[in-house]
């Protein structure tokens, strides 16, 4: 693969603090109920699991979780809600995908039209920014002080299709149809697994040297992810080190 999207490991070194904590659990919510709509089970519906692991890192109370589970099974009452694939064009070039839970779509695609507005972006029409990234299963392996080298070796023993150290983790891809066959593997070797998902990973990367337009390009991103019915956002920009 050429790239990978920087956006993740950016918002993650900077702190989960930098980011809004209210809309957290709403995504986590929807995130559940979306899944939950192919069967109510984690152990049958990887998805879901995913989902439920994630709502568990961040101390998301069993109820809720349960409750969001019947949501999606339609156990429980509650608004429909639909997932909605976004594609935008940002400074200087740069593609963007959106993806979004909502119980209302012309409500959040006016939300995300100003704000891509605002940082001098606008969406793009399907397959417009898409074609720019490959969907990949992604997995976050703890290194826990441990020989990277070893972990690596297990990494590609697994039969991962790519990974990309990261300091305190190694960010290992996959093929969409094998992220829970190589989760199980690494994990059978003792690995600690941080987190598992579904990633749109860029083919080319381009580079951002400006620190105007890297800083603006910063804002972008935080405020897209700021919406409440967002549930992640992905890009092809590189900021250099020195930069960020």
Same mark, same amino acid.
């Given at each position: 693969m050429s790239g990978h999207s920087k956006w993740s490991q950016i918002k993650r070194q900077k702190g989960a603090?930098?980011?809004?904590? &209210? @809309?957290?659990?709403?995504?986590?919510?929807?995130?559940?109920? $979306?899944?939950? +709509?192919? !069967?109510?089970?984690?152990?049958?519906?990887?998805?879901?699991?995913?989902?439920?692991?994630?709502?568990?890192a961040a101390n998301m109370p069993k109820e809720t979780i349960d409750r969001a589970i019947k949501r999606g099974t339609g156990e429980e009452a509650g608004t429909?809600?639909?997932?909605?694939?976004?594609?935008?064009?940002?400074?200087?070039?740069?593609?963007?995908?959106?993806e979004a839970a909502t119980d209302n779509k012309n409500r959040t695609?006016?939300?995300?039209?100003?704000?891509?507005?605002?940082? &001098? @972006?606008?969406?793009?029409?399907?397959?417009?920014?898409?074609? $720019?990234?490959? +969907?990949? !299963?992604?997995?976050?392996?703890?290194?826990?002080?441990?020989?990277?080298?070893?972990?690596?070796?297990?990494?590609?023993?697994?039969?991962?299709?790519?990974?990309?150290?990261?300091?305190?983790?190694i960010a290992v891809y996959t093929k969409p149809?094998?992220?829970?066959?190589?989760?199980?593997?690494?994990?059978?070797?003792?690995l600690v697994i941080k987190e598992a998902s579904l990633s749109w990973e860029p083919k080319s990367m381009i580079e951002v040297t400006d620190k105007s337009a890297a800083s603006k390009t910063l804002q972008l991103m935080e405020a897209i992810e700021n919406l409440e019915e967002v549930t992640a956002v992905y890009a092809n920009f590189d900021i250099p080190k020195e930069i960020l």
């Open positions: 603090a930098d980011i809004k904590r &209210g @809309a957290i659990f709403s995504k986590l919510t929807n995130a559940i109920i $979306l899944a939950a +709509k192919n !069967g109510g089970d984690p152990g049958s519906n990887f998805t879901l699991k995913m989902a439920v692991e994630k709502a568990r429909q809600i639909a997932e909605v694939l976004y594609e935008a064009i940002g400074p200087g070039g740069i593609g963007i995908i959106i695609t006016a939300g995300i039209k100003n704000i891509l507005s605002t940082y &001098g @972006a606008k969406l793009a029409s399907t397959g417009a920014v898409a074609y $720019l990234f490959s +969907k990949m !299963g992604k997995l976050l392996v703890e290194t826990l002080g441990q020989d990277k080298e070893t972990i690596e070796l297990l990494i590609i023993d697994a039969g991962a299709e790519d990974f990309d150290d990261q300091n305190d983790v149809n094998e992220l829970e066959i190589v989760k199980k593997a690494l994990e059978g070797q003792g």
